[in-house]
């Protein structure tokens, strides 16, 4: 059973566009929701990340919405740039449950100057 | 702070043979975990540690993988005998895991290639 289904699949967006990848899990325990960027050869680094408690979280460019009713959230990525052209993965973790941590499948981010 | 390192970065290696890889996790850090993450996939954990003990092996193909984490450090995966479908990159996360403290941070990761 996948914990965290993550759409779409791949995405392109224009330079200066609006980044929207999506999230949905299943278990409500889960209590810490990260997003994770990697670059190709190189390990997943953390992103931004959110808990339950709150419905958005705004780093930069970068900006998690959380709606913990519909157990879903989502990552976007304000006036993109072609550096953001990566692999992005979320993830759903339950800190009584020595933090295991469960991702999605991933999105692959082209961004075209 | 350093990040976690890993070694070999590659390794090819033919089918039925063994292979080893080598994780050490950010000092303080007492979780330890081990993914496995296949081209265009989400990593996949395989074990994870809590100190020195395995709090979660139940995807580990125990027939032919194996880890421990010594005086709950660094760590050892072992595959043997290697499979094709086993072509992977294997990464290394690690934890504070204390109280709200969640962050994994991971290392670059070994790609194993299997002919």
């Known amino acids: 059973q996948q914990q965290v289904k993550q759409s779409p699949q791949s995405l392109i967006v224009q330079k200066g566009g609006i980044s929207i990848i999506n999230c949905a899990y299943e278990n409500t325990a889960f209590d810490y929701f990260p997003w994770y960027q990697q670059f190709p050869g190189k390990g997943p680094a953390l992103l931004i990340a959110?808990?339950?408690?709150?419905s958005e979280k705004k780093e930069g460019r970068f900006t998690i919405s959380f709606n913990k009713s519909a157990k879903q959230f989502s990552l976007h990525i304000m006036d993109s740039q072609p550096g953001d052209s990566a692999t992005y993965f979320c993830a759903a973790s339950m800190g009584n449950n020595f933090n295991k941590f469960y991702f999605g499948s991933g999105t692959k981010l082209n961004v075209k100057p | 702070e350093a990040g976690v390192a890993q070694s070999p970065r590659y390794k090819i290696i033919e089918k039925r043979q063994s292979v080893a890889f080598w994780c050490n996790p950010i000092s303080g850090h007492a979780t330890l975990y081990w993914y496995q993450q296949i081209l265009g996939q989400g990593p996949k954990l395989l074990i994870q540690?809590?100190?020195?003990?395995?709090?979660?092996d139940s995807q580990l193909p125990k027939d032919r993988f194996s880890a421990e984490r010594l005086k709950g450090v660094d760590s050892t995966l072992k595959i043997q005998p290697a499979k094709l479908e086993d072509s992977a990159v294997y990464l290394c996360?690690?934890?504070?895991?204390?109280?709200?403290?969640?962050?994994?941070?991971f290392g670059p990761g070994t790609r194993l290639t299997v002919l």
């Open positions: 959110i808990r339950p408690d709150v």
């Open positions: 996360a690690s934890s504070r895991n204390s109280g709200t403290d969640n962050e994994q941070f």
């Open positions: 540690f809590q100190n020195n003990g395995v709090v979660d």
